[in-house]
Nanobody, 125 residues
Framework: QVQLVESGGGLVQAGGSLRLSCAGSGRTISSYAMGWFRQAPGKEREFVAT???????????DSLKGRFTISRDNADNAKNTVYLQMNSLKPEDTAVYSC???????????????WGQGTQVTVSS
């Protein structure tokens, strides 16, 4: 079983930065791809970014490339942390950001196996 706990959300002004963290735990977490989705009020959930289990590959939603950066700390085999650095934030980035994990780096972009509870990010204009 995999558990995902997000942190780092909050209120930030437009143009500012925020870094989200997701602590993933579980016996097999180090072999899972991890990533982020977000859901804005009244909108469908959308893919943000993903990173492979060895952190050798990353993939971003086209609209977020250049502003968001995903990274991963695999120092502990039973507990991995994935980060989402968000720069030049815009009011339209306001959403609940959820951490995800999955066995397949390609599949996780559409169908993750595990979800965190989410953390709220609010960008004021």
């Amino acid at each position: 079983q995999v558990q995902l706990v997000e942190s780092g959300g909050g209120l930030v002004q437009a143009g500012g930065s925020l870094r989200l963290s997701c602590a993933g735990s579980g016996r097999t977490i180090s072999s899972y791809a991890m990533g982020w989705f977000r859901q804005a009020p009244g909108k469908e959930r959308e893919f943000v970014a993903t990173i492979s289990w060895r952190a050798g590959a990353t993939y971003y939603a086209d609209s977020l490339k250049g502003r968001f950066t995903i990274s991963r700390d695999n120092a502990d085999n039973a507990k991995n942390t994935v980060y989402l650095q968000m720069n030049s934030l815009k009011p339209e980035d306001t959403a609940v950001y959820s951490c995800v994990a999955g066995r397949n780096f390609q599949v996780i972009k559409t169908t993750p196996n595990y979800w965190g509870q989410g953390t709220q990010v609010t960008v004021s204009s």
